[in-house]
């Protein structure tokens, strides 16, 4: 199947921009979304973009695609305490049947 | 406005038991889907559903059926629970080219 790849961990200071990064295979990707799960929650839709897009901005949250390197990243501006969480990279092809996810990214946030 | 609700929240069961996860959303969605939630391994998809009276196989599948009776529902059931089905199981459902609304999990152990 499609693979949906992130790094692990990311730790940043309070104030700080953030960026957490995600690389997928499928190249009929339709949109790339990003979720984030607090602990003991489920996952909250943060934004998403689709794939004929560059870039969307939502206050402190930019999303980037680079359609061609299939890379798409999730920059958090001013990061807070209470963005700490796991951020999750999702793709979904044309058909929209089945999402992708990556296996999540937790960022640390220190005061 | 409920969205998407997950019952039971938590549960443990001893090997061979039998047990149904049931999800209901109240937002008319067509397309509703259930995940299994491992450390380190993402969101998984175990079983989704197209619409009321249909039903189609995920990536980890065996060891699951599902049913779609009412659109409102899918359920979620473990005919002889094994120890390697321990995991946080979520639900989901959407609307056609809209991005995925989730429960809050359910935290099942099996002894």
């Known amino acids: 199947g499609e693979d949906v790849e992130q790094s692990l961990f990311l730790s940043v200071r309070e104030g700080d921009s953030s960026v957490i990064n995600c690389t997928y295979t499928?190249?009929?990707?339709?949109?790339l979304y990003w979720y984030k799960q607090e602990p003991g929650a489920g996952l909250q839709l943060l934004t998403y973009i689709f794939s004929n897009m560059d870039m969307k901005q939502d206050q402190r949250l930019t999303v980037l695609l680079n359609k061609k390197d299939k890379h798409l990243s999730l920059r958090i501006a001013d990061t807070q305490t209470g963005d700490s969480a796991i951020y999750f990279c999702a793709e979904t092809p044309y058909n929209f049947n089945k999402f992708y996810f990556g296996s999540g990214t937790k960022l640390n946030v220190k005061p | 406005n409920a969205g998407v609700t997950q019952t039971p929240k938590f549960r443990v069961l001893k090997t061979g038991q039998s047990m149904t996860l049931l999800c209901a959303q109240d937002m008319n969605h067509e397309y509703m889907y259930w995940y299994r939630q491992d450390p380190g391994m993402g969101l998984r998809l175990i079983h989704y559903s197209v619409g009321e009276g249909t039903t189609a196989k995920g990536e980890v599948p065996d060891g699951y059926n599902v049913s779609r009776l009412k659109k409102q529902n899918f359920l979620l059931g473990l005919e002889s629970a094994a120890p390697s089905q321990t995991s946080v199981y979520f639900c989901?459902?959407?609307?056609?080219?809209?991005?995925?609304?989730f429960g809050d999990g359910t935290r099942l152990s099996i002894l």
């Open positions: 989901a459902s959407r609307r056609s080219s809209e991005p995925q609304h």
């Open positions: 499928d190249s009929s990707s339709t949109y």
